[in-house]
């Protein structure tokens, strides 16, 4: 069969309709947050002993075999995630205002320096660096591990809430 310019033309529509057809498949696959189990969303409120977190994460682990979780951010005592349905597992991580804006003693090093540079090019610039709050309280050990917290939750389909107030 001798090559004319049709059969070229067709060929390259093609390849051109099965490489459209891959992307969209690609994509449909990946429309899911790039998540393979069914989810549910899950909101609500994280305090310790009445004190709202100011920042952390919580994470919900299913209990069967495959170990499908979903992670959201604590911000000012608030998170909203897609966790696996069924019954899950539940651990918690705070950072501290303390530690929330951490820096190295080297990276201090370097920030002084730029400050000084700065004010020696005649900007106005702090002569101290803001200290940040120090949170009142941190959370205990055990709700760092699902398996030791004791926190649980059966996630359904759709939106629900569930509020934590650790002790």
């Known amino acids: 069969m001798p090559v004319t310019r049709n059969s070229l033309i067709t060929w390259r529509r ?3 309709v099965g490489g459209c057809i891959f992307g969209l498949t690609v994509i449909a696959g990946c429309s899911s947050n790039g998540r393979t189990f069914p989810t549910g969303e899950v909101s609500g409120k994280v305090s310790f002993k009445g004190e709202p977190i ?4 919580i994470t919900f682990i299913s209990t069967g075999a495959t170990g ?5 951010i604590i911000n000012d005592g608030a998170y909203t995630l897609d966790a696996p349905l069924g019954p899950c597992k539940v651990e918690m991580q705070m950072q501290t205002d303390e530690n929330k804006y951490a820096v190295s003693p080297q990276q201090m090093k370097m920030i002084k320096a730029k400050m000084k540079a700065m004010k020696d090019q005649g900007m106005k610039v702090p002569d101290e660096l803001p200290v940040t709050k120090k949170s009142s309280f941190s959370l205990p050990e055990k709700y760092k591990m699902a398996e030791k917290s004791g926190l649980v939750l059966d ?4 939106k629900q809430t569930k509020d934590w107030d650790l002790r």
Not at 54 to 57: A, E, L, P, V
């Open 68 to 72: 499908d979780f979903g992670t959201g």
């Open 54 to 57: 100011s920042y952390g994460k």
């Open 14 to 16: 093609s390849w051109l």
């Open 155 to 158: 996630v359904k389909t759709g």
